[in-house]
């Protein structure tokens, strides 16, 4: 429950807490951690976005439910939280990339539309008769053959990672890339290392058809969302190599106990 010494300062974007809070902003990332699990991961040959688009009903088509987005042809993005927060973000993104390429006759930078889109998210924290953005977005793609990718927070702030998680599964999923991440991951290992995460994130409810999948490849320069097919393959191998684990597991426990007799 809010404390009392707190209470009154929620009703308006622009008036701060006496301990410097911005409880408006804060309802927004609680709306993001209340999201599905999205995740990015980055190497030399290419950025993956991997979401889990998991649904409430049998009744819902599942392709009907869009979590990632592409942006341009060497950019896109993946959400959690609001989702028609995160499409109205998305279409800003979009114009933005357009309005570059008019302008300059250029892609536009990654960390440039990144900036674009948080200097938005930024102007909705401090102006009355509005309300923050609830969603979060992981913006992926390649700006001179370098891979990027970046997390934007319902306040505006902005920070670059080599393998990052927003949704309710964040902290587990960030758990497995310190664990597992590293510098000479290929793009092979990054969508394993994705989907790794998804499945320890969602507790092993992880099918073909909870999970999307998308690349940048730094060779091509392309944004680019893998079939039904291909993501089938990649679960199907997913959840092969847990079973496998499984039963290594049983068999050290097994050993372990007869060491002990």
Same mark, same amino acid.
């Given at each position: 429950?809010?404390?009392?010494? =707190? ?7 622009? @008036? ?10 804060? *309802?927004?990332? !609680? ?21 889990? &688009? ?35 973000? @998305? ?10 390429? /008019?302008? *300059? ?9 990144? &900036?674009?889109? %948080? ?10 008769? @509005? ?6 977005? /992981?913006?992926?793609? /390649?700006?001179?053959?370098? %891979? ?16 990052? $998680? ?13 664990? =597992? ?8 290992? $990054? ?5 790794? $995460? ?9 099918? $073909? ?10 060779? #091509? &320069? ?10 089938? #393959? ?9 079973? +496998? ?8 426990? +097994?050993?372990?106990?007869?060491? !002990?007799?």
């Amino acid at each position: 429950m809010q404390p009392l010494q =707190n209470a009154g300062y929620d009703r308006a974007i622009t @008036v701060f807490s006496p301990d410097g809070r911005l409880f408006q902003v804060e *309802y927004a990332r !609680e709306a993001v951690k209340r999201g599905t699990t999205s995740l990015g991961v980055k190497s030399d040959e290419g950025v993956v976005l991997v979401v889990d &688009k998991r649904t409430t009903s049998k009744l819902i088509e599942s392709k009907s439910i869009e979590k990632i987005f592409q942006i341009d042809d060497h950019i896109g993005a993946a959400t959690s939280g609001l989702v028609a927060d995160a499409r109205a973000l @998305v279409e800003r993104a979009r114009v933005e990339s357009q309005i570059n390429k /008019i302008s *300059y006759s250029e892609p536009i930078r990654v960390e440039t539309l990144a &900036k674009k889109i %948080c200097d938005m998210k930024q102007l909705y924290t401090q102006n009355g008769g @509005v309300r923050p953005f609830g969603s979060a977005l /992981i913006i992926g793609g /390649i700006s001179d053959n370098i %891979c990027k990718l970046f997390e934007t927070d319902p306040s505006g702030a902005l920070i670059e990672y080599k393998a990052t $998680a927003i949704g309710s599964g964040r902290s587990v999923a960030m758990e497995v890339f310190e664990e =597992n991440y590293k510098e000479d991951i290929s793009l092979e290992g $990054a969508i394993n290392l994705a989907l790794d $995460a998804v499945y320890e994130a969602t507790e092993g409810k992880t099918t $073909a058809d909870s999970v999307e999948i998308a690349i940048i490849d730094n060779s #091509t &320069k392309k944004y680019k969302k893998l079939s039904d097919e291909a993501v089938e #393959t990649y679960v199907t191998s997913l959840l092969e190599r847990k079973d +496998e684990n499984d039963e290594e597991d049983e068999e050290t426990s +097994e050993e372990e106990i007869k060491d !002990e007799d």
